[in-house]
């Protein structure tokens, strides 16, 4: 099976594929461009240097989130684009999940967590393997509150993601040595393990009409509009 993936739910813009069940191409750009400014560039290159056109794909994956909002409409609006076009299926691929799959050998908690403003995370827990064992589901929530939950447990926990720097001196704060945190190296979503945890779910491939965002909380417009009608 090929599969193509694409990652735009956080900072970095990231392209995979995946031929025949080998990891043949996989790309990671940070930089100061927009999403929509590098995904096209970077889905032309992927399929140049990994000999492939998209008719050759036989499954399309999306990175649905959490994440930022517009990131996420740009991937999953693209990958229902591309399976439309060709007539293949498309799966989703939970942004949590992908970073817990960084950590495949952690004996504690693997807690993925993205930085959602206002001293909240997107997190969740995982048990190192591949796939991750969940432990529990995402949320958004107040980073306190999902100390909580680690602390109460009395394991070790290992965090990574974009919330991870932004949070350190309050986990450590909390946690102290029981708090771990994965190299740079390990710290980001990698469109590469996204691609190989859509090949784990192939079974779930849908038609690009069903492949829908993952958010957990309203837009920052949408909630400003809430509060602003409730003060009303």
């Not at 949320?139 to 070790?156: Q, S, V």
């Amino acid at each position: 099976m090929n599969i193509l993936m694409l990652d735009t739910s956080g900072p970095a813009c990231g392209v995979a594929l995946m031929r025949e069940g080998r990891l043949v191409y996989e790309a990671e750009l940070l930089s100061g461009r927009t999403h929509s400014q590098r995904l096209m560039p970077m889905l032309d290159e992927a399929m140049r240097m990994g000999e492939m056109r998209p008719g050759d794909i036989d499954l399309f994956g999306a990175v649905t989130g959490p994440g930022s909002f517009t990131g996420v409409r740009i991937g999953v609006t693209t990958v229902k684009a591309l399976a439309h076009a060709a007539g293949k299926p498309c799966v989703g691929v939970d942004a949590l999940e992908a970073l817990a799959s960084n950590a495949t050998a952690f004996d504690g908690l693997v807690c993925p967590i993205l930085d959602a403003r206002a001293q909240q995370v997107y997190g969740a827990a995982f048990r190192a393997g591949f796939p991750p064992v969940r432990v529990w589901e995402d949320r958004a929530e107040k980073l306190t509150l999902f100390l909580d939950k680690i602390e109460a447990t009395g394991e070790r926990a290992l965090f990574l993601g974009d919330g991870m720097e932004p949070m350190r001196g309050a986990i450590t704060s909390r946690l102290g040595e029981r708090a771990a945190f994965a190299p740079p190296q390990h710290a980001s979503l990698r469109a590469g393990a996204a691609c190989a945890l859509a090949a784990c779910y192939a079974q779930r491939g849908t038609d690009y009409l069903h492949l829908m965002p993952l958010y957990l909380r309203a837009p920052q417009a949408e909630r400003e509009r809430a509060a602003r009608e409730g003060r009303a």
